[in-house]
């Protein structure tokens, strides 16, 4: 008890049944203040577009292969560690 749990990686798509992605990542950062490494999933044309609007995430296009998901967590994870609200 007392340790925060936190995710190594946040895989997010943005199209989801009752909200967004946007939504979902906003709400992270309000109430926890930051945002584990993010990967943003999408198949929609603008996908990439509304993903850079969200402070340092990664995109990744549907389709993808199981390769390419791996290698965007990874690097998510390796690349951007916990990112700020403030930063």
Do not use: C
Request: aromatic fraction near 6%; charge should be positive.
């Amino acid at each position: 008890r007392g340790k925060e749990l936190w995710p190594d990686v946040l895989l997010l798509d943005l199209r989801l049944k009752d909200e967004t992605g946007e939504e979902v990542y906003d709400a992270i950062q309000r109430k926890f203040g930051k945002a584990p490494p993010t990967v943003v999933i999408s198949a929609s044309q603008e996908g990439a577009t509304r993903a850079s609007r969200l402070p340092g995430v990664r995109f990744l296009a549907k389709p993808y292969t199981v390769d390419q998901l791996l290698g965007s967590l990874e690097h998510a994870i390796l690349g951007k560690g916990v990112i700020s609200k403030t930063a």
